[in-house]
């Protein structure tokens, strides 16, 4: 019954995400790469899925296992908390990267400079 909330929410979120992105990607490139760029988003989005997995399932592993009750809860919430940091490195990656007209102003000084 306690993740009941936590996960609608999750999920409710995460359902603004996911089309946001593909909007935002495959308005980044000409229309002709558009496919290629929907294409690359999924494979993308599809191999974080399965390293997340892999990275959650490994901390679980590391600091628990599934032989009583108190070991299974020692490991699941040393899963959700790495978990839950992944986020926090995203948000610092975000903030840390060059803004969109910084990136369009260095592209068209190279443009112009050959």
């Known amino acids: 019954g306690t993740l009941v909330l936590p996960l609608i929410i999750s ?9 946001t992105v593909a909007n935002a990607v495959v308005a980044s ?3 002709s790469d558009a496919g290629v760029a929907a294409g690359t988003n999924a494979a ?21 296992s599934y032989a ?19 986020p ?10 060059p803004s969109r007209s910084a990136t369009l102003a260095t592209a068209a000084a190279l443009a112009e400079a050959d």
């Open 11 to 19: 999920g409710i979120g995460i359902s603004f995400v996911f089309p």
């Open 29 to 31: 490139v000409k229309l």
């Open 44 to 64: 993308i989005g599809e191999l974080a899925t399965v390293f997340g997995i892999a990275f959650v399932g490994a901390v679980f592993a590391r600091y628990g």
């Open 68 to 86: 009583s009750a108190t070991s299974f809860v020692h490991g699941f919430r040393a899963a959700i908390t790495a978990a839950a940091l992944v």
């Open 88 to 97: 926090i490195l995203g948000i610092v990656a975000a903030l840390l990267a």
